[in-house]
């Protein structure tokens, strides 16, 4: 197993910042901007734990006027990014991803059937998100709820419309038989920002995939399976997601918590890939955005795509055999 960590953890920042450029961890922070949220913590630290927990919409917004977090973070600032690869060593492929206390994994398993009678050349992706019980205080044991359902249409939607691997490709013998790929993503630790997670841990361990080689005996109508050989999955795009939360209908934060989730007056998910495009926006009702915001939200999002395509080639060329 193969982790890292984002080194620039507080600096997948955006253009407008204090600074374009990213910091390393060891350097010490001594800009304008980062004064200011060191005084304005030191401010606040006299704030009860009373106020906290009967007005913690005005607690935040105390914050967000200084232009930062209760958490030390600035509006634009991501948590610390961690990726495993290889973390499940009974799946064909899986990965574990950790965006602040937010920790999901994802299993991937192949299996091969007959491809469906009007799609003969197409193989199969099933996405599923669950939240289990152990994951927070708010989910329930038993059937998916609303949550983990429109979490799983979501990540569905996400391979369709990015065309992150296109279901031909899954074909191994036109109209007999091709791959299902089962993706299970499983939140074990749930602190916001889900769907970023998700998105992320599912890339990351369809990376790590390596199918083996599948042919049919002519003679018996067979398949014949060969260990030995195996390809890596042909990953078309690489889709990234990027959440935004809204604080009264104006102001925009990125990477939201649980508890900023709940206080917002809504939430969007951008997902562009690796050119640039834009490959869907997720907006659950809530606030709207004005067309500039939402543009800003998708400048954002394209930078954060470059630092976390920029993470997992990392790993992957660490796991690539010389």
Known sequence: MHTWHCAQAAEFRFPGGPTSQPRRAFRI?????????????????DISQHEL???????????????????????????????????????????LVKLGNTTVICGVKAELAAPAVD?????????????????????????????????????????????????????????????VLYCDIICLDYDGNLLDASVFALLAALKN?????VTINE??????????????????????????????????IVDPTAEEEDLATGTVTIVTDEEGRLCS???????????AKLQDCITRAITRHKEVKKLIDKVIKSITPK
């Open 281 to 291: 926006v997720h907006k659950p009702g809530g606030s709207p955005l004005t067309g």
């Open 209 to 213: 995939v390596h199918l083996p080689l």
């Open 29 to 45: 922070r001594t800009d304008t901007a980062t004064l200011q949220m060191a005084i304005t913590r030191r401010r606040y630290q």
């Open 219 to 252: 003679e018996t109508g067979l398949s014949e399976v060969n260990l030995k050989q195996k390809n890596p999955l042909i990953i078309r795009k690489h889709p990234v997601a990027t959440s935004f939360a809204i604080f009264d209908d104006t102001l925009l």
């Open 53 to 95: 927990t009967v007005e913690p919409l005005e607690y935040y917004r105390r914050f967000l006027k200084e232009n930062c977090r209760p958490d030390g973070r600035e509006l634009g600032e991501f948590r610390t990014t961690t990726v495993n690869i290889g973390s499940i060593t009974t799946a064909d492929g899986s990965a």
């Open 119 to 179: 799609s003969a050349n197409k193989g199969y992706i099933v996405p599923n998100v669950e939240l289990p019980s152990l994951c927070a205080e708010r989910f329930r044991s038993g059937p998916p709820g609303e949550e983990a359902q429109a979490a799983s249409q979501f990540i569905a939607d996400v391979i369709e419309n990015s065309q992150m691997i296109v279901k031909e490709d899954l074909c191994i013998a036109n109209g007999k038989l091709a791959w």
